[in-house]
């Protein structure tokens, strides 16, 4: 295979500091990026991306946490059930959630599919709807202002809901964008339990 540009290395520069290298892999600086190895190396950028800078940091964080809660009280919860755990568990108001909801790609507060999901919401428990809110936006909490005051990954961005993909599909949910992409379901019951079973089962991190 061809070698691509570049090898699994990376240099960085840190506040102060002059430039330096830093190795994706061991002997990272001696790998060449080719064809054959190319996932990899994007997993391995993304995940220096997403962790650098943080990894002592969060090491400590946690020795600080297990030392106030004992990690087997928090280990029956999943991530998201501990989210709302730490940050509560407020009274949802669907006026307000749905008056802030903005649409796209043929959606409208009238459309049959539109008026299904507010249904289902309606039929839904405050937890449950709190998992909807972390489900798209990646967060339970709502802003003191309300629904209008949503904040995406650049600033204020409100709920948004896209009609998108095949009535097989799940939705899914892009949380930078407060996005929920929701195909156009043939009846209420498909949708609820196409819902129901994306905010329970599966995970939405992704980069976009």
Not at 12 to 35: C, N, S
Request: hydrophobic share 40%; net charge neutral; proline share 4%.
């Amino acid at each position: 295979m061809a070698a691509l540009m570049g090898r699994t290395e990376i240099g960085i520069r840190e506040f102060g500091k002059k430039l330096t290298e830093r190795e994706l892999k061991p002997h990272g600086k001696d790998l060449a990026v080719t064809d054959a190895n190319k996932t990899e190396y994007i997993d391995l950028m993304v995940r220096w991306r997403v962790e650098r800078g943080i990894t002592e940091h969060a090491a400590m964080m946690l020795k600080g946490f297990y030392e106030a809660i004992d990690a087997r009280l928090i280990s029956v919860f999943d991530p998201r059930e501990l989210e709302l755990v730490i940050a509560g568990t407020m009274e949802i108001n669907l006026e307000d959630w749905r008056k802030h909801t903005v649409y796209r790609s043929g959606y409208h507060d009238s459309h049959k599919v539109i008026q299904w999901f507010w249904m289902a919401i309606e039929r839904y428990d405050n937890e449950r709807r709190l998992r909807l809110l972390q489900f798209v936006t990646g967060t339970s909490s709502i802003p003191y202002e309300g629904f209008k005051a949503l904040r995406g990954s650049n600033g204020p961005r409100k709920f948004c809901i896209e009609k998108w993909g095949k009535t097989d599909n799940l939705p899914r949910a892009h949380t930078c964008f407060n996005r929920l992409d929701l195909p156009p379901y043939p009846s209420f019951t498909a949708l609820f339990e196409k819902i129901s079973v994306a905010i329970e089962e599966t995970s939405t991190f992704g980069i976009e």
